[in-house]
């Protein structure tokens, strides 16, 4: 190859530097690496270690020197993973991998066919933008951090598109047929040279100069040289084939030269599932001409939705084959150019005919539980998140019962499923059902292996795994038999490998083991297992037993801050000797130098006369200059380093930081350091938003400290709210809350805690419910609604009273008034025989005593909508937008309302910008459930309680005697029994059972005669008279029951403290039961554990007792 500007663009430090730059996105074999590369991949997480990257760089430039220059290939492994077991031989799918820097080379050469870099900036080539849109599997990212987009989320999308599409089709009937269509062995037998031959014909108008360096880089792209094969070359070739004979001899020749040539395109290498979509762009040209209609595609993989009458039962199977043929016909005329690396030529595309591909008429095949696969799905999208989220064991709990609920159905459904098809198969009826049910099993398997997975997951993570469990899995898999399997036990094995997570689990097993020996002893029984079905495989080229070696073998783990927190910038020392004036003074020099360079060079980095990037004091490599100009995470996490320094916080990405001067963290170095700590930040946005913080800071000396209870909820507002501006209003409103609470309230002094202390604990409540209902789903813009609501939804009670309302007031100051006139005339009968001063004084008293209360049940009563009239009015949150302050005034004055003003709005759901019904029912919710002892100072209680009126002596005790409060969901899965049953998947069978608990210091069961009865409650006493259950029963609209039980003092007591709770617990039970979209039968109950400490005396309880009776 010339040394001409395509060669120079391949091997330039540059391209090679961006090829390590996005190493996470396109290893996907990391368990085949070897130690010395495993430690490599981790040292290179630091993209600022350039000690070591120039190294590499190096090598790879060496490398791709003498590939691209000599008729050498680069050198790949093989290993054989277990497949499935037909005609009682094990059928294996090879996996490729290559060492690190091979892996880095060839996605340096990919880089130029899939992007174009040309213009210092990340875009796709001509023909990446030639995939189609409805293809979802390792699409080319402009990300460069990503070569391809997460494959995690694009088969999400990609299977709840296909199941939205099944339902919304079923239901209207646009299209009658559903075709699922799969490819036999499909990366073995794709022809190196359709893909060469389609990537030259599209790209040499491009590469018109260099079209010959342009076949080059093509051919070390698709041909290579397999190095650990020469003990298991009779496995990976189909030596025993007859369409492979002619082959054979070439093949020997070879051998004896010690070259083994791989076959297809190697599945496992970075560019494979690249150039498989490019093949499979070609096969769904001709499959649309088939199968006209609606159709999703993830690599091989592929659904249809169709009208063509090719899809009917009777043509299907005929017209694949056809298809078949057409498709090779296809791709034979597309070589035009053979290449001599390619030694085989037996290559043939093959779409499944029976079996694995099917079509299913939608309208009247039956459809089982396919429905509700919808909320199956929508249950995997959550369940993942939910697991890496949970701050408590309750929620780790609710979300381990809803994970194995649905572990549980699907395994009653695939049993169901293999039962109807068994049936089938015994009968000789001829029936077009065992496709669709195939079909459907299909499915049911990939969400069984799912939620099995993340079932043991939160099992291990938080018991441990015991030995039961581990010879639960030995026995599953026969995994301890001496002799060798009989061919009735090895198809037994792989019934299981279809539907079972083999390799996930024994990985769970490894990773969570007690010592190293016990991991040791794991792996060698697992090991040995595969040995003994792999007899034809040489143990080097096990899969399993190579990749599984990944999870015993410890690494030291490096980050992205390993080399950039030890490196020189020339701001960092300075700074340190600066007054915080000085180094604000300087930090806006140094955002304005930053500009002006930035206008100068036309808004990018470029190299400075030393041939290195400067960039805010770091001195970088010039290699990065491509990386520096698309990437903002790179300068984020160099921009995080220098203000953690600057301000002396411990540096990485997480939100909860400390000063490491023994100084306190003020709120202008939080928010700067939250900002740019988000991977959602983008620079142009962090920098001027740093320098509108500095100038602010400077101009109106707001070195205000921070309050540390906002350290409880910055993770939940950067996992939940993730946008930085909201996250920086959400600090700004804590801030503001805390500061106009910081007196309390002059009228409300006997009131419990309203201030940023209540917010945060309704923070954390509002998430904890929207874990435990599953129906109450909400997005990140709702969250941040939320939030601010649960900040500001009590703003006004901070607010003094207009005196000049009570002139004004015609109902309760009136009725004062009146009060007044009769007394005085009193005084003037009473003074006879009492001193008129004591009675004057009294009066005075009684008076004061009296308007002060109207005044404090004026802002009592009305708090709720003049919160919400303060929020949309004050000039104080104008940092919120405008449309967003009125919905936080509508969802906070919404926790003063009635239950049916809030319970009867029409809501979409999740298809709402902003769900405001459930942020009302979640605020509301969350402030009732806010009742601990927390909420009030025991301390002035007992100085003040004799000062305080009746119902505030009520309160304050109640919230005394409340330890905690908690909600968490339990889950039951009961289906019917009877021969009738449609689907195991059917939401009648899934049961929530949401509970609200309130653990108490207090118990008394004293009878309380005579006493209201409680509506609509199920009332139930434990056997160790410790814990009062009360079930909501709202389902029916019009009945009303009383509670049948014996009233006792203490139900009486929290069912008269918390009315309003058990209230809204009725409404929302009420509105889930008439839901159809509720995935649940839910029952919600009220759970109150008593435990007698001492903590109330009798004095008190007497108080409690008068006020209830």
């Not at 077991?85 to 290559?98: F, G, L, V």
């Not at 006004?796 to 009273?801: C, E, F, G, R, Y």
């Not at 118990?1003 to 259950?1029: P, R, T, V």
């Amino acid at each position: 190859m010339k040394e001409n500007k395509l060669f120079k663009s391949v091997t330039s430090s540059q391209n090679i530097y961006n090829a390590i730059y996005s190493l996470n996105s396109y290893v996907f074999e990391k368990g085949l690496m070897s130690k010395t590369d495993r430690k490599l991949f981790e040292q290179l997480q630091d993209k600022y270690n350039f000690d070591l990257i120039d190294t590499v760089i190096n090598n790879c430039k060496n490398q791709l020197k003498e590939i691209l220059n000599t008729g050498k290939l680069f050198d790949i492994q093989i290993y054989f993973k277990m497949k499935k077991y037909k005609d009682k031989k094990i059928e294996y799918r090879p996996i490729h991998t290559a060492d690190l820097t091979t892996q880095i080379c060839i996605v340096s050469l990919l880089n130029i066919i899939a992007f174009d870099d040309s213009k210092g900036q990340r875009k796709l080539s001509d023909i990446s933008e030639l995939l189609p849109s409805n293809f979802y599997g390792n699409i080319p990212s402009t990300d460069v951090k990503n070569i391809f987009y997460d494959w995690h989320a694009k088969y999400k999308e990609y299977s709840q598109d296909v199941i939205d599409a099944y339902n919304t089709y079923e239901k209207t009937g646009e299209y009658k047929y559903e075709v699922c269509l799969d490819l036999e062995n499909f990366f073995p037998s794709i022809n190196p040279e359709i893909i060469y031959n389609i990537l030259f014909n599209k790209l040499s108008v491009v590469f018109q100069d260099d079209a010959e360096d342009l076949k080059t880089i093509l051919k070390k792209l698709l041909f290579f040289n397999i190095k650990n094969i020469k003990r298991s070359y009779k496995s990976y070739y189909p030596l025993g084939e007859t369409y492979f004979e002619d082959e054979l001899a070439n093949l020997n020749i070879l051998i004896k030269k010690k070259v083994y040539p791989s076959l297809g395109i190697p599945q496992g290498l970075p560019q494979a599932y690249y150039f498989g979509n490019i093949c499979m762009a070609e096969i769904a040209k001709e499959i649309s001409k088939k199968f006209d209609g609606k159709a999703f595609y993830y690599v091989d993989d592929s659904v249809i939705y169709t009208n063509n009458e090719n899809a009917k039962s009777k043509n299907f199977e005929s017209v694949i084959i056809t298809l078949n043929t057409k498709i090779n016909e296809i791709f034979t005329k597309t070589i035009k150019e053979h290449c001599e690396e390619n030694t085989f030529n037996h290559y043939k595309i093959k779409i499944h005919e029976n079996g694995k591909s099917i079509s299913s008429d939608m309208q009247h095949d039956k459809k089982y539980g396919r429905r509700f696969l919808k909320q199956i799905n929508l249950g995997t999208s959550t369940v993942s998140f939910d697991i890496a989220t949970a701050i408590d064991e309750l929620q780790d709990e609710t979300i381990r019962e809803k994970t194995h609920l649905f572990s549980q159905a699907i395994e009653k459904e695939i049993e169901f499923i293999n039962e109807k098809i068994n049936n089938i198969k015994s009968t000789t009826l001829v029936t077009n059902e065992i496709e669709s049910l195939t079909s459907y099993l299909k499915l049911l398997k990939r969400y069984k292996k799912f939620f099995l997975y993340r079932l043991k997951i939160i099992k291990f993570s938080h018991d441990d795994f015991e030995n039961t469990d581990l010879d639960d899995y030995y026995k599953k898999y026969n995994i301890n038999k001496q002799s060798d399997f009989t061919d009735e036990e090895v198809k037994n094995i792989f019934n299981k490998f279809d539907e079972d997570i083999f390799a996930a689990e024994a990985s769970l097993f490894l990773k969570f083991a007690n010592t190293n020996s016990d991991k040791q002893e794991i792996y060698k029984s697992i090991s040995d297992f595969e040995n003994k079905l792999s007899k034809t495989i040489p143990e080097e080229n096990l899969y399993y037993s190579n990749t599984l070696k990944f999870n015993i073998e410890l690494t030291e783990i490096y980050n992205e801050y390993t080399s950039l927190q030890y490196m020189d910038c020339k701001y960092i020392k300075k700074y340190r000797k600066y007054s915080r004036e000085r180094i604000l003074d300087d930090v806006l020099e140094m955002i304005r130098q930053d500009k002006k360079d930035r206008q100068d060079k036309k808004d990018i980095y470029t190299t400075d006369k030393n041939n290195t990037i400067m960039f805010f004091g770091y001195s970088f490599n010039k290699y990065t200059k491509f990386i520096i100009n698309n990437s903002n995470e790179f300068k984020r996490i160099a921009l995080n380093c220098l203000f953690s320094k600057i301000f002396s916080v411990g540096i990485s990405n997480k939100p909860i930081m400390l000063k490491l001067d023994n100084r306190t963290l003020e709120y202008y170095e939080l928010r700067i350091l939250m900002y740019v700590r988000n991977k959602y930040s983008n620079f142009n946005k962090i920098i001027s938003f740093i320098e509108t913080i500095m100038i602010d800071t400077k101009k109106y000396h707001t070195y205000d400290k921070i309050d540390y209870s906002i350290m409880e909820v910055l993770t939940i507002f950067r996992t939940y709210v993730k946008d930085p501006d909201y996250i920086d209003q959400l600090i700004i409103t804590h801030k503001y809350i805390m500061s106009v609470w910081k007196n309390g309230s002059k009228h409300l002094y006997f009131y419990t805690l309203h201030n940023q202390e209540h917010s945060v604990e309704l923070i954390r409540f509002t998430v904890s419910i929207c874990k435990s209902i599953d129906f109450l789903k909400i997005k990140s813009i709702d969250y941040y609604v939320l939030f601010l609501a649960c900040y500001l939804h009590d703003i006004s009670m901070i607010l003094q009273p207009n005196f000049n309302s009570f002139i004004i007031n015609e109902y309760d100051a009136e009725v004062l008034f009146t009060e007044w006139k009769e007394r005085y005339k009193n005084i003037q009968e009473e003074k006879k025989n009492i001193p008129e001063n004591l009675l004057v004084k009294k009066f005075i008293l009684d008076c004061y005593k009296k308007v002060d209360s109207f005044f404090e049940n004026d802002i009592r009563s009305k708090h709720a909508n003049n919160s919400a009239y303060f929020i949309k009015k004050t000039c104080d949150l104008d940092y919120i937008d405008c449309a967003i302050k009125n919905i936080v005034a509508n969802v906070s004055a919404a926790h003063g309302f009635d239950e049916n003003d809030v319970y009867g709005l029409k809501s979409k759901g999740q298809s709402e910008a902003i769900n405001i019904k459930f942020l009302m029912i979640l605020l509301r919710l969350a402030d009732l459930m806010d009742m601990s002892k927390d909420r009030v100072s025991l301390n002035i209680m007992k100085l003040n309680i004799e000062q305080m009126n009746e119902t505030s002596q009520f309160h304050w005790i109640s919230h005394a005697a409340i330890d905690t409060c908690n909600i968490r969901s339990k889950y039951y899965y009961n289906p019917e029994k009877n021969d009738e049953i449609v689907t195991y998947l059917n939401k009648s069978f899934f049961n929530e059972k949401i509970e609200v608990h309130l653990y108490l210091n207090s118990q008394n069961l004293m009878s309380i005669e005579n006493a209201k009865k409680c509506k609509n409650i199920e009332y139930e006493l434990s056997s160790g008279k410790d814990e009062i259950s009360l079930k909501m029963l709202s389902k029916m609209e019009n009945a009303v029951s009383e509670c049948k039980g014996q009233c006792n003092f203490m139900c009486k007591w929290m069912c008269n403290k918390n009315e309003w709770l058990i209230n809204e617990l009725q409404a929302i039970s009420k509105y889930l039961s008439r839901n159809q979209d509720n995935n649940f039968d839910t029952d919600i109950y009220l759970k109150i554990h008593m435990q007698n400490t001492g903590a109330i005396s009798q004095k008190y309880l007497d108080t409690v007792f008068e006020y209830i009776k």
